[in-house]
């Protein structure tokens, strides 16, 4: 039990931080570009629910012409490109 309350603690904290790391991140940019960051991240998701990956891939790369280092449409990508066989 105090091993999986450790793991728990650990996970808890890597989320904690990753979503410091992108507020911190997002601070930086104008509204318009907050808002159309969380449009096509969303749309993206909308198409990866709907196995629609290749245009997902393309709403998440337009996620990152905006925000370069945004981590989650960066792993999304990837995860997408794999399900799809392309490296």
């Known amino acids: 039990i105090k091993v999986i ?15 410091q790391q992108i507020s911190s991140e997002t601070t930086k940019k104008s509204t318009r570009e907050i808002i159309a960051i969380k449009q096509h991240y969303n749309r993206g998701m909308y198409y990866y629910s709907n196995n629609q990956l290749d245009e997902a891939i393309k709403e998440w790369q337009k996620v990152l012409t905006i925000d370069p280092a945004h981590v989650r449409a960066k792993n999304n990508i990837a995860k997408c490109k794999l399900k799809l066989g392309i490296k």
């Open 5 to 19: 309350v450790a793991i728990n603690k650990i996970k808890m904290k890597k989320k904690f931080e990753q979503e």
